[in-house]
């Protein structure tokens, strides 16, 4: 049993004792039937330094073990896995989810003011339902462009892969297929994804994975309005066989009232024209690296002059 050096060594109602762990889908792994070990106190939490129940667990064949680093009620703060501290909604590291909805960390860094945080945000749990995140993240807006663009959709088990053999990489591993471990050439060291902090990632403070999103995120194209205000007619491409001009109207009647659609059949695209320019902005704004009628993703390019139309 793990004892903190703080004053929880002497307070054992702080200690946490759960059932299950809060993971996500991709540390849980694919198998649905997962054998699961649980160590009352295992072990401190990384962050609060309290003792918590301790999981640990496979989550595939040739995968390396995994177990939970921090407590719950640190997690439920941040709502992030347990195991890899990504936001169990996007699936993206707490400065990039923070930076997409404009959150701004409060949380204490000494021992005292620490605990005196958690224990509130703890009253504040046992006051919610559990289905929504307290604290900052949970008065938070529901979601932003940059953050549903960068989102992981689908679990990334490649990231349960066991580590690199150092016996191997110094040529002296002879388990050869039985190895547990991967034979593989090590990334660069002075890679900056080489060194990552536990502590930096949950604070969301010089996370270089966060870093490297956030970099691909401000290449990405923007949204920008064309000057010519007389400009309300947008620009979609791609619409194959399966999208007609009542599917487009049906999709973008809700943005405002359309004057004209002209669908050019030879070149599969489309000119929707509508009756305001605030209509069309909102509609490009809204349309914009996201659209998909009848199970079809169309582009809708950015509004450039030589993507919207004037008046006929």
Known sequence: MATSLGSNTYNRQNWEDADFPILCQTCLGENPYIRMTKEKYGKECKICARP???????????????????????????????????????GLPIQVRDTGLNIKDDIPRSDVNKEFYTQNMERELANSDGTRPVGQVGKA????????????????????????????????????????????????????????????????????????????????????????????????????????????????????????ITVVQRQQCAFIQFATRPAAEMAAEKSFNKLIINGRRLTCLPPKPNNWLGHP
């Not at 640990?56 to 992030?80: A, I, L």
Request: proline share 8%; hydrophobic share 25%.
């Open 141 to 260: 807006p529901s979601s932003s462009d940059m953050l549903l663009k960068l989102a992981r959709t689908t679990p990334y088990y490649k990231r349960n892969r066991p580590h690199i053999c150092s016996f191997w990489v110094k040529g002296e591993c002879r388990r050869g297929e039985e190895c547990p471990y991967r034979h593989e050439k090590p990334t660069d060291p002075d890679d900056p994804l080489a060194d990552q902090n536990i502590k930096d990632r949950y604070y969301g403070i010089n996370d270089p994975v966060a870093d490297k999103l956030l970099k691909r995120a401000s290449t990405m194209p923007r949204l920008d309005p064309p000057e010519d205000k007389t400009i309300t007619t947008l620009y979609i491409g791609g619409l194959g066989d399966t999208v007609t001009d009542g599917d487009l109207k049906n999709f973008f009647y809700q943005f405002g009232e359309i004057r004209t």
């Open 52 to 90: 918590f129940t301790v999981f640990r667990w496979c989550p595939g064949t040739r995968m390396r073990f995994k177990k939970t680093e921090v407590c719950q009620t640190c997690s439920k703060m941040k709502n992030v896995c347990q195991t890899c501290l990504l936001d169990l909604e996007y």
